[in-house]
């Protein structure tokens, strides 16, 4: 199935291109299976242009655009791009405002591409605040691809990693659950992503060192990879790039890595 998704990147990019030998490089059997991206940049990316900050907004739906078919085309599982935080209505209203226009017009114009595809558009975060005509364009199209038994693209939408762990919490105790019976478990299916793998893979561009708030419970044990390139001028080749320096990491979940393990004196009984 994997491989099959892979090839289905090789059809879309030709042979002996820089994208060719970096997927070439690529183990599909050890894909991440779930990427969160904080799409980063937009506006120092316009503001290098000497053009409006929502010039860079515009710009990022081309990005947006290719991660988005590349990642269906590759094989991964689902991928989580946050797309608006709580704290993004502190912006201009204007900004704010064609935020919500490119979200609409992005999802009318992609529509077919998802279907194509065969990604299913889901959304976390608080979307019953958000203007009803982004709503209802957001509604239309989980409808449409809900099917889908592709990619599961997360759009996370008026989303803050703090207000998703309050609303857990919420409904935890609408359930009048005896606190002993709360463990990890019982938190992890009150979140927004129940349903989605934690993260194998956090992306972040613009070279900011930061969470700012996402997905906080999820990334515990996530790899990190923070590119410098803003977020407009993100194509497949960074997503690549960052897939191998994923498949470079050894992840140990608080373990040890196998040789180490191999190479460990069993403790006696005694000094346990
Ligand atoms: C961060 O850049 C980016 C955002 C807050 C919005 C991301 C939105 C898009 C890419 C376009 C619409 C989205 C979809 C899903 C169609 P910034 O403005 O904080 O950049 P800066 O740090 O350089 O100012």
Redesign the pocket.
Known sequence: MVRIRMRSLFEAISRESVEWILASSIDPARLPRHIAV??????????QRFMP?VA???A??A???EIVESSARLGIEALT?????TE?WK?PAL?VQT?WR??R???RS?LPTLQDNNVRLETIGRIEELPAAAREELERVKALTANNTGLRLT?A?NYSGRAELVDAVRAIAATRLSPDLIDEHTLQSHLYTASLPEPDLLIRT?G?MRLSNFLLWQIAYTELHVSSV???DFRLKHLLEAILDFQSRERRFGGVAPLDEKLAEPVPVAAR
């Open positions: 904080i799409m980063d940049g937009n506006g120092r990316w316009a503001r900050r860079g907004h515009k990022g739906v990005s947006v655009r791009l946050y797309a608006f935080s993004n912006r900004e935020l490119l979200l017009i992005y999802l992609e759009l939408l613009s900011e803003l977020w407009p």
